[in-house]
């Protein structure tokens, strides 16, 4: 999959600037879901049994909100892997944003 060739779902209830992980199956963005007064992880997978990935709604795609709880750590294991993972990090500094984010929600 190329990422240039991707299509990545822009809901109008979790806008998001840009899609700061890919690694070909998965991908993560950092947006503001709903009203919330704070940004959120949204994860999906780009490959599924349809084009469209998962998750998806009345056949469009969707991201799935992630508990901050829960988001922390899927960043400490990209972070963890770095030396791996850095050709799926997509934007470093969006990156940077999220660990900010999450760590002083602790």
């Known amino acids: 999959m190329d990422n240039n060739n991707l299509n990545f779902p822009r809901p109008k209830n979790f806008p998001y600037s840009d ?20 940004k959120s992880l949204g994860l999906r997978w780009m490959t599924n049994l349809s084009e469209i990935g998962y998750p998806s709604m009345y056949g469009k795609g969707m991201w799935m909100v992630v508990p901050d709880k829960l988001a922390i750590y899927i960043i400490e294991g990209i972070l963890t892997n770095i030396n791996s993972e850095s050709d799926n990090i997509l934007n470093k500094d969006k990156l940077n944003e999220v660990i900010a984010d999450l760590h002083s929600k602790k």
């Open 19 to 38: 899609v700061f992980y890919f690694d070909q199956k998965f991908a993560l963005m950092y947006g503001t879901y709903k009203n919330n007064a704070h």
